[in-house]
Structures are given as structure tokens and as C-alpha cells.
């Protein structure tokens, strides 16, 4: 018999608090080993760990009240964890969390959504796409399994937006984005998602804004599971799970997963 994939995905959450009972089923229907959450808006003090863990979880996390979060929610303890980039000034916020798994390096990003284009936000959304990139290179090698994933505030291609015209120019979906984000690519990452599920009409993010947005298809493929080549060639399928979105209370992003054979 073989063994189990190994079952990565990830979810901005947008309050790990508010969403700890859809959290809670699908950790329990799903059983991935790693779950990487975004936006999970709570201090340290407060984050709900031991829900986490009397369900059969160990999470890493860091936080802060109202903002940002990160967290990986893990079937066994993540190893070398750590948050932020190494050295130079400390982030607005806590937006990344990284640590190993199965021999896998696990970065979690959630990354600045930029506000709009003449906001200083924006330029600090470019840069935090830079600095990636230079933090891969310094800790990494293209030849490493290393897996990026998180809510990267960035749809690639027009078929990641519901209506690419109209959107283009938006923060989120942006010719100066996409080029920084590429240079991070360029290190060696391969779009996971897009190797299984090249088909259009594929969104991680339904806007609260817009009425019965899921079922009008008004979506954007803004969260990502990325990986080096050598982990992408042992990748088995890809998919966005769209039931936590139409589930009560839910998020405004819903999980992407990724599977992986390892042996």
C-alpha cells in the first residue's frame, strides 16, 4: 500500500476566531498535514491553540490585534520555525511564518494588499515582493523542496480575474506587481495550482461587497501554493475547496490544497 500524500493547503481566514468552527470541520474532514493560515487577527495571548490542538493539531503562530497574522496548523510539530525576514527592519505586522515539515521548507506569506496605486502601501507591496526574493536566495536553493504559499494579493493571469479588462490596473491584479512577482518565480518556483487545474474560472477569493458573488462566478485566484521544481514534479493534484465559502459565517477566501508524494 502506499503512503498518504502529503497534503499542504492554504487559507486566509480573515479572524481565526470567527472562523474556528468551518476551521475546525475541515481540518477534520481533510486531515492535510500542514494548513498555513493568513489574516488571522489576534494577539499571541488570545490565539485559539488548544482548540487546535484537542483536535489533533500543533500550530505555529504570531499575531496581532485586528491586523495581519500568520499561523501553520500542522498534523506533526513544525521544525525550525521562524517569522519575518532575516534581518534588516522589522515588518509592519506579522505576515510571514516559515519552518520545515517532512523535509519540506514551508513559507507562509501574507502579502500587503497595497490599497491603491498612489498609496505609499503600494510601494511597500513592491517591495515586499523584492525583499521574497532576496530572502529565497539567501536561505534556499532552487534545488531544495521548498513550498510558498499564502494569500499573495496578486492574480497572475487574466484568466485569475472574473473580468480582466475592467480590472486591470487594480492592486491586485497590476503589470508592476506581476513583474516583481515573476522575479520571485524566476528563482525557481513553479505555480503548483496551475500545473493540475490549467482551466479558467478558478478563484480562491469571493468579495463580501459584491451580492451572491460565488454564485455569479465574481471571483479572483489571488491565493497560491507555489513550489520548487523538484517538489512540483512530486505534485499529484491541485484544487480550490469552494464549501468553507458557502458554508455560514464563512471567510471571503476559501482553501487551496496541494498534494504531494514524497517517497
Not at 500500500?1 to 470567527?18: D, E, G, I, L
Not at 498555513?36 to 484537542?54: R, S
Not at 501553520?72 to 532575516?86: D, M
Amino acid at each position: 500500500m502506499s503512503a498518504a500524500p502529503f497534503k499542504v493547503a492554504t487559507f486566509n481566514v480573515n479572524s481565526v476566531r470567527s472562523r474556528m468552527p468551518i476551521l475546525l470541520d475541515w481540518l477534520r474532514e481533510h486531515e492535510p498535514d500542514a494548513l498555513c493560515l493568513q489574516e488571522t487577527k489576534v494577539e499571541d495571548k488570545d490565539f485559539p491553540a488548544g482548540e487546535f490542538e484537542a483536535a489533533g493539531f500543533h500550530v505555529a503562530f504570531r499575531g496581532q490585534k485586528r491586523w495581519n497574522g500568520v499561523a501553520i496548523v500542522s498534523r506533526a510539530p513544525l521544525e525550525q520555525v521562524a517569522f519575518g525576514f532575516e534581518g534588516g527592519p522589522a515588518e509592519e505586522g506579522p505576515r510571514m511564518i516559515r519552518g520545515v515539515l517532512s523535509g519540506v521548507a514551508i513559507v507562509n506569506t501574507y502579502i500587503p494588499q497595497g490599497r491603491s496605486e498612489e498609496d505609499e502601501q503600494f510601494r511597500y507591496k513592491i517591495g515586499w515582493f523584492e525583499r521574497l526574493r532576496e530572502h529565497f536566495e539567501a536561505l534556499y536553493r532552487p534545488e531544495d523542496l521548498v513550498l510558498w504559499c499564502g494569500d499573495l494579493n496578486h492574480a497572475p493571469e487574466p484568466i485569475d480575474v472574473y473580468d480582466p479588462k475592467r480590472l486591470l490596473g487594480h492592486v491586485c491584479f497590476h503589470p508592476e506587481v506581476d513583474r516583481v512577482y515573476r522575479k520571485v518565480l524566476e528563482w525557481g518556483l513553479v505555480d503548483v495550482f496551475r500545473m493540475h487545474r490549467p482551466e479558467p474560472k478558478q478563484y480562491s477569493f469571493y468579495d463580501y461587497r459584491l451580492p451572491s458573488s460565488v454564485k455569479r462566478g465574481l471571483g479572483w485566484r489571488i491565493d497560491h501554493i507555489l513550489a520548487t521544481r523538484p517538489l512540483a514534479d512530486k505534485s499529484t493534484a491541485a484544487y480550490i475547496d469552494l464549501a468553507p465559502r458557502l458554508k455560514p459565517k464563512p471567510s471571503d477566501h476559501t482553501p487551496v490544497v496541494a498534494e504531494f508524494r514524497l517517497d
